[in-house]
């Protein structure tokens, strides 16, 4: 499931469900403790802090207090499996109740606690959902919509095409739902004025699942299409694995790319759609399009800003860093750009706290802490060395076997719980298996990030499916039956980029390191 929500919907509009809360609370303190430490978390805590007579940052005590450690961040990390699968809790207070957890059991600091809710990964989620916000609101989203679907011709394939296209690379750097909700007008129009001649039932639902695949399909391409991905950077970062805002696009678009291709011919062959050819359906939207002008001079600042950060996120790990003698991080660039959209008078606050989900921000905070206890606890550690005995037999525990093992996994679970609670939930877990066998974290890390946009098989997994879906012109089959071939297309095109891609013109090594 998509890892971008609205405050109108989803886990962030609901109420406690009080009896998803009692199992949730329930599993803890069965975890946590009524069931006995497994001696093998003790021995992992005797392993990863061997010195316990000297100062430790964030844990205090002997061998068996810290295991009661790694057992209660399992306990948490089980609770929180329960609630966003659930959305028993809204999503914001299972965020907080994540750092509450941790401070009443002493297990962080509140000083380390603090660092992690305040993680350049969440700053970056900030601005890069005020910056979306903004580009809204001037209409630039509908402009380039308007213009992808002018270029595209007439074939309706062209305009799948050029739907995919036009959906997947805006979804790479602003909201899947606001480039979603900018599409579907224009694709209803091009089925109402083409079933007034010729009844197109099959049309309608070609295009509105297009728009839909085409959003999942972009968000890979780089750090800013979707929380997943920023969350994972951060993961990366805290092993001391840095990419950079292009090394993330070297890696990602091969596969936006590729999947557009795939699609392009599958969606048709699914839907076959009952027109070849929307020339007068397309000629009226071109007249909609010449009503719009020229580009007005706020519009046009708006455009030059976003284009300024995308500028120094690029270039914020050289350019930037040989001239301020330091980088600004995703992060802090994002947030600039958000703030100048404000010094220009382009927008305001009240914008920003209508337009952006802040429960969002809190809940990709909540995960990047739960991340972070979980690798420093060495719950992830000890969690890691469970499922590498399981799946050694099966010669998947090292190298290219792990990471398209991890990349199922995450394709299977994004499907079950959002793409950020995915990422948060096994991420840590995934880069300490790559580590303890020598597997490049890099590969595994953005394999998994990449794998948990294929939320296909559920109308509600993304909340791109779930805006074309309430358009009334497809149904929830419609999605099991793109999933059927889709999902697993998505899966080999993606193994089939880290091996012939990734290790091979990129050039990353398989072995533990970075590029």
Request: with cysteine.
């Amino acid at each position: 499931m998509s890892d971008t929500n609205n405050n109108n919907g989803g886990g962030f509009a609901k109420t406690t469900d009080f009896k998803w809360l009692g199992v949730g609370i329930a599993i803890f303190l069965l975890i946590g403790f009524i069931i006995p430490t497994p001696q093998s978390m003790i021995d992992k805590a005797i392993n990863i802090f061997p010195n316990l007579n000297e100062s430790h940052q964030n844990f205090v005590g002997s061998s068996e207090n810290l295991s009661v450690h790694i057992k209660l961040t399992m306990a948490l990390l089980a609770t929180c499996v329960v609630f966003f699968a659930t959305e028993a809790v809204p999503m914001p207070a299972v965020a907080l109740l994540i750092g509450l957890v941790q401070l009443f059991f002493g297990i962080t600091s509140p000083s380390i606690l603090a660092k992690t809710y305040a993680h350049d990964a969440v700053w970056f989620i900030a601005g890069s959902l005020a910056l979306g916000a903004t580009l809204v609101k001037y209409g630039l989203d509908k402009r380039v919509g308007m213009l992808v679907i002018n270029l595209a011709g007439t074939k309706t394939r062209s305009i799948v095409i050029g739907i995919l296209l036009g959906t997947a690379i805006p979804t790479a750097f602003v909201g899947e739902h606001a480039v979603a909700a900018m599409y579907v007008p224009i694709a209803l129009a091009l089925y109402t004025l083409t079933n007034k001649s010729t009844p197109s039932p099959n049309l309608g639902t070609l295009l509105m699942v297009t728009i839909a695949v085409g959003c999942m399909i972009g968000g890979p391409m780089s750090p800013t299409g979707g929380a997943r991905n920023a969350l994972m950077i951060g993961f990366l970062g805290n092993m001391g694995i840095d990419i950079s805002f292009m090394g993330w696009i070297s890696m990602g678009f091969m596969y936006t790319i590729a999947m557009s291709i795939v699609m392009a011919f599958l969606l048709p062959f699914l839907f076959k759609p009952e027109v070849d050819d929307l020339s007068d359906a397309v000629g009226l939207l071109k007249k909609d399009l010449d009503k719009h002008g020229a580009m007005t001079i706020q519009q046009k600042i708006v455009a030059g800003v976003m284009a300024l950060v995308v500028f120094l996120w690029i270039t914020d790990k050289s350019l930037v860093k040989d001239i301020l003698g330091f980088s600004l991080g995703l992060g802090g660039i994002a947030i600039s750009g958000a703030v100048l959209y404000m010094l220009f008078g382009l927008t305001s606050w009240k914008d920003y706290e209508d337009k952006v989900s802040w429960g969002v921000i809190v809940l990709y905070a909540g995960c990047i802490s739960l991340g972070t206890v979980f690798k420093t606890t060495g719950a992830s550690s000890w969690f890691a060395d469970q499922i590498m005995g399981l799946v050694a037999p099966l010669g998947l525990d090292s190298g290219v076997g792990l990471v398209i093992l991890m990349c199922v996994i995450g394709a299977v679970l994004t499907n079950l719980m959002s793409a950020g609670a995915t990422v948060a939930v096994i991420g840590p877990v995934v880069l300490d298996m790559a580590q303890s066998s020598g597997t490049n974290p890099l590969l595994v890390g953005v394999g998994l990030a990449i794998s948990t946009s294929m939320a296909y098989w559920l109308v509600i997994g993304t909340p791109a499916s779930s805006i074309v879906y309430a358009s009334g012109q497809l149904q929830s089959k419609d999605f099991i039956r793109m999933a059927t071939l889709g999902w697993p297309a998505a899966l080999i095109v993606l193994s089939l980029i880290i091996i012939l891609w990734w290790t091979g013109p990129l050039g990353i090594p398989v072995g533990f390191g970075t590029p």
